[in-house]
């Protein structure tokens, strides 16, 4: 397999240093809010990315991390007068939430910056021994011109990016381009003792610091828009600090566009997951991030959706004919029928069985309980009746959900549903079934 790496600018053949083993470290949310839809894609493009990886066999350390103390945070905090704390660990939830939605695992490992600080902080410090780091009033910063490798990544040379660089008439930096590897604590927010005072890391630090245990990596990876200053600056930390590379192969996917403008809360197409759930699938908006090359750009729009969600049916009216056909292929070898449901229909049909059984079970406590508030004896053929025929019906709706558009993002809110609509029909079984049982006895 041939990746493009952005570092040298062309595929490369893509060989894991361990046989059969991958390292990816892929840069998570800054947690304030909701994922929008440019959040959405490196997710699915790097899950997608490990599922192949794993199908092949392989095994693959899949680590994103979450920046939880950030600028960005401590504003959402202020406003909603809370603590920075409450707000990451608000949306970490989040998070965790619309990924599965989206069928995205969970990766191996799930860093966070605040659980790091002692990493940040000795990273900092060896950086500071080197000389590629400096300390004034509190603050940290980075010698960017020290490391002579700096824009490597973006392929911009120093001077094109002195050129546009900006210092403040009071700004205490040797120089425009560096920049801040830990800063030291204002009033009202959060921070951590160090050798420098109380502070808190800057924001390039952390995945360099995070990452430090698996490097190198195989693939560091994100959306283009992390290409600098994130990336570039995480590579003049670590290469200064340890020495090494920090990955073999830098990745990146394309941009999302919304009606073909860059998306923005200042325009007002800023687009989160849950906005557009509101009228599509998830599996729907999965294939629609998927279904052009990863490094390609990708124009959200509602016809666009309309038309993967046309593509994605056609995709599954193939699988249904495949099924077909497998089934006649395997009679016309001689399969029996038992055969063909262990082999070919069973492994499908698994979520609808497990999500019957599930609400078979809820129906059968419910009505019994009902049964005995009332001191009424339902006899129990017709309790497993009842119960059998609610697990067939909501069973084959939620297993043809759970096969076709990835219902566990839905799932609590399903089975609380589901209890609440077996809680009231459970009266009428009950009137039904004594009316039943009058009936019998009367005979």
């Given at each position: 397999m041939q990746i493009f790496n952005t570092l040298t600018r062309q595929k490369e053949e893509f060989v894991p240093q361990v046989p059969g083993e991958y390292r990816i470290y892929v840069c998570g949310p800054t947690v304030y809010n909701y994922i929008h839809i440019g959040n959405a894609r490196p997710l699915i493009v790097f899950d997608t990315l490990r599922r192949y990886l794993e199908y092949r066999g392989n095994k693959v350390t899949f680590v994103q991390n979450f920046t939880d103390v950030d600028d960005k945070i401590i504003k959402r905090a202020n406003e909603e007068g809370t603590t920075s704390q409450a707000i990451s660990e608000k949306y970490i939830d989040e998070y965790f939430k619309d990924a599965h939605g989206l069928g995205v695992r969970d990766a191996t490992i799930h860093p966070k910056a605040t659980e790091n600080i002692q990493q940040i902080i000795d990273l900092v410090q060896t950086l500071i021994d080197k000389g590629y780091a400096y300390a004034v009033n509190g603050d940290v910063y980075y010698r960017t011109k020290k490391f002579a490798d700096y824009g490597k990544l973006s392929h911009q040379p120093i001077e094109e990016l002195q050129a546009g660089a900006r210092i403040d008439v009071n700004d205490v930096k040797e120089d425009p381009l560096d920049f801040a590897l830990w800063k030291s604590a204002k009033p009202g927010e959060p921070y951590w003792e160090s050798p420098w005072g109380k502070g808190r890391?800057?924001?390039?630090?952390?995945?360099?610091?995070?990452?430090?245990?698996?490097?190198?990596?195989d693939i560091h990876g994100g959306g283009l828009d992390l290409i600098f200053p994130h990336h570039e600056n995480e590579i003049a930390q670590t290469e200064a600090a340890l020495g090494k590379p920090l990955a073999n192969i830098w990745m990146h996917n394309g941009f999302v566009q919304v009606d073909s403008e860059k998306m923005s809360k200042s325009l007002g197409n800023f687009k989160t997951i849950r906005d557009i759930l509101e009228s599509y699938l998830a599996e729907t908006l999965r294939y629609f991030l998927a279904g052009k090359h990863y490094r390609s750009p990708i124009d959200f729009s509602l016809d666009n959706m309309d038309e993967s969600e046309r593509s994605?049916?056609?995709?599954?009216?193939?699988?249904r004919e495949v099924d077909k056909g497998l089934v006649e292929a395997a009679q016309s070898m001689g399969a029996t029928n038992m055969q063909i449901i262990t082999k070919v229909l069973l492994p499908e049909a698994m979520p609808g069985i497990v999500a019957g059984l599930t609400i078979s079970i809820i129906s059968l406590i419910l009505i019994k309980a009902v049964d005995l508030l009332k001191k009424k004896s339902m006899p129990w053929t017709l309790i497993l009746g009842y119960s059998a025929m609610a697990g067939a019906v909501g069973g084959g709706g939620l297993g043809d959900l759970g096969i076709r558009y990835g219902y566990q993002r839905f799932m609590p809110e399903v089975m609380w549903t589901v209890v609440i609509v077996l809680i009231i029909l459970v009266q009428g079984i009950q009137s039904f079934g004594d009316w039943i049982v009058r009936r019998i006895s009367h005979k």
């Open positions: 890391p800057g924001w390039h630090i952390e995945c360099s610091a995070m990452s430090e245990k698996y490097i190198p990596l994605q049916k056609r995709v599954y009216e193939c699988l």
